[in-house]
């Protein structure tokens, strides 16, 4: 028997709806993987992971399963195959938010290529929100142009990119980066890597490559990278996400399942479902706790405002020396100009 995503063994169908608000569609697409094999397994293991996944979600206190969660399982061959059937499921399902569970990476382009709107004038109306280890700018890899690690390559045509977890680099990548805008790739979740994902255009596509994680949350990769995101960082980034642009549709690809790690798998099973549930949160309203986060200045922040006097001490006494470490030394370039 094939259950659906966090489909309940004992009750299984209970979370589609008629209006399944959900559609997740399993492509066990292995083309081109270089390093650890078994991309192609991670639909099913994720699905069945995800049968122990909790349906509320205790911090955005919503349950997106209730909306209705449709799996499907489309037959592809190749990656043109893979476009049609992104369409396919976009007509038939115009009110759904469409995930893709993969398969590696390379599903990516072919993915958005049946979700970004034809190009309008010159300012982008689509963006790429892209989370992963590597930047797969290269032009091509083994030989192949449609290699998993030419994915964000082959996703610049459609629209500005803004990656996340980038913690490798082939010099190719590196050069490119430096030179254009279309792509901007940051190794941490920081102030400059959010101000970059704010500037995207309003629809967003986002792709999350489970290797962008830590291998301490998420090891089971094809292609692990020491450092990485945080389970919390990647909640943050869903946050910004969800509350500030209109997700189009959304992949998680490349994690290469294993019997020996479980962890894996349900990590995995947690984030897919946690996406729908940023989803639910936002798109949909359901958000109970509405501004939690934006809340009047809470008693914390009031106590932070007293200046803290040690410290403070600290501070001034370090500035002092800067300040009289600089005009040392400008009274010492004055003193060599005047000297020519
Ligand atoms: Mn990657």
């Given amino acids: 028997m094939t259950l659906g995503f966090l489909e309940d063994k004992a009750d299984p ?3 589609v709806r008629d209006e399944n608000r959900y559609v997740l569609a399993l492509l066990p697409y292995e083309q081109t993987t270089t390093y650890g094999q078994g991309v192609g397994g991670a639909p099913e293991a994720i699905v069945q992971a995800s049968s122990h996944v909790e349906l509320f979600d205790e911090v955005l206190e919503v349950d997106a399963s209730r909306h209705g969660i449709l799996t499907v399982r489309p037959t592809v061959t190749d990656l043109a195959s893979v476009t049609r059937a992104a369409r396919k499921l976009r007509e038939e399902h115009p009110q759904s938010l469409i995930g893709f569970v993969g398969g590696e990476h390379s599903l990516t382009p072919a993915l958005i290529e049946a979700f970004a709107p034809p190009p309008a004038g010159t300012k982008p109306n689509f963006g790429i929100v892209w989370i992963d280890a590597h930047a797969d700018l290269r032009q091509e890899f083994h030989g192949r142009e449609d290699n998993h ?3 964000g390559r082959n ?8 990656q996340v977890g980038i913690r490798t680099l082939a010099e190719e990548e590196w050069s490119l980066l430096k030179k254009t805008d279309r792509v901007r790739a940051h190794r941490h979740w920081n102030k400059k890597a959010r101000a970059d994902l704010l500037a995207l255009p309003k629809d967003v596509y986002l792709t999350i490559d ?5 291998p301490e949350v998420i090891r089971a990769v094809g292609t692990p990278e020491p450092g990485g995101l945080y389970w919390e960082e990647v909640m943050d980034i869903l946050d910004t996400v969800f509350r ?3 997700v189009v549709a959304f992949d998680a690809v490349e994690l290469a399942p294993n019997d020996t790690d479980i962890a894996s798998s349900f990590t995995a099973a947690r ?9 639910a949160a936002y798109a949909l309203g359901d958000r109970r706790k509405k501004g939690h986060r934006t809340s009047a200045p809470s008693p914390r922040k009031r106590r932070r405002r007293v200046p803290r006097k040690p410290k403070r001490r600290a501070r001034t006494a370090r500035a002092r020396r800067s300040r009289r470490r600089t005009k040392a030394r400008s009274t010492r370039m004055r003193a060599t100009s005047s000297g020519r």
């Fill in 244 to 246: 500030h642009k209109h």
């Fill in 13 to 15: 169908g209970d979370i």
């Fill in 155 to 162: 996703s610049m045509r459609f629209g500005p990119i803004v």
């Fill in 210 to 214: 489970f290797d962008g994680f830590s």
């Fill in 149 to 151: 690690a030419c994915a």
């Fill in 271 to 279: 984030l897919v479902y946690k996406v729908m549930n940023y989803h």
